[in-house]
């Protein structure tokens, strides 16, 4: 994702993109509403992801002596959380985009709760939005990062473990771990720092871009 385009490969092959600026300016045409604001918002919180989930990785790949094992655990702790806080609002920043783009709503964000937006989808013209919209916002990995986004906010969620090396003396995932919780009901299992930070990241970002471009599509269709 950048400030003007964005796109994701999914499964190695096909390749799903989402132009900006076209949207921003659908958007004027259509309903005289500028989205820039929010455009520029979700691309900022996706590149804090990528940013926070690559020095998560890097914190364990320090070769210095200097950094003792507790400031290798508490950097990649802090990295990781911060990933996980930064993916969590781009549901209600794409809410905003989808409740302007597509239904002609207002620029007022207390207004939009990315928990209704699938229920303010219901017409048949919105189908292929609602569709893209569910499958991001109602996945497992969303639903992670939503449940621990909430969680966190009262108790620590990620520990330390021992560094485990295979053959080759690569470490597996570093040496923290995301423990076991219960959100809502719902118990979430232990998961590695790369499973959250890689491939949860990235599904979620093609989550994001296919339902932008869904939008697109849709208000060329207007």
């Known amino acids: 994702m950048d400030d003007s385009n964005a796109e994701v490969t999914a499964k190695g092959t096909s390749v799903t993109q989402w132009n900006g600026d076209e949207l921003i300016e659908l958007c004027k045409q259509k309903h005289d509403r500028d989205i820039e604001a929010y455009w520029n918002s979700l691309i900022w919180h996706n590149e804090l992801a990528e940013f926070f989930a690559g020095r998560a990785i890097e914190a364990w ?5 200097k950094i ?3 400031e290798k ?3 990649c702790e802090a990295y990781v959380v911060a ?3 930064s993916l969590n ?3 209600d920043m794409l809410g905003q985009i989808i409740y302007i783009a597509v239904l002609g709503g207002s620029n007022n964000e207390n207004k939009v709760k990315a928990s209704k937006i699938s229920k303010k989808l219901q017409k048949k013209e919105y189908f292929g939005i609602k569709g893209s919209w569910d499958e991001f916002y109602e996945s497992d990995e969303f639903s992670y990062v939503r449940a621990f986004s909430n969680t966190i906010k009262h108790r620590r969620l990620v520990r330390t473990k021992s560094i485990q090396f295979d053959i080759t003396g690569t470490h597996g995932g570093g040496g923290n771990v995301f423990m076991p919780f219960e959100y809502n009901d719902i118990n979430y299992p232990s998961k590695t720092v790369s499973t959250i930070v890689n491939q949860y990241r990235l599904k979620i970002r093609e989550f994001v871009l296919n339902t932008g471009a869904s939008i697109n599509d849709h208000l060329k269709s207007l």
């Open 83 to 85: 990933c996980v806080q």
């Open 89 to 91: 609002p781009m549901a």
């Open 73 to 75: 655990a508490f950097a």
């Open 61 to 65: 790949d320090e070769s210095t002596c």
């Open 68 to 70: 003792t094992f507790h």
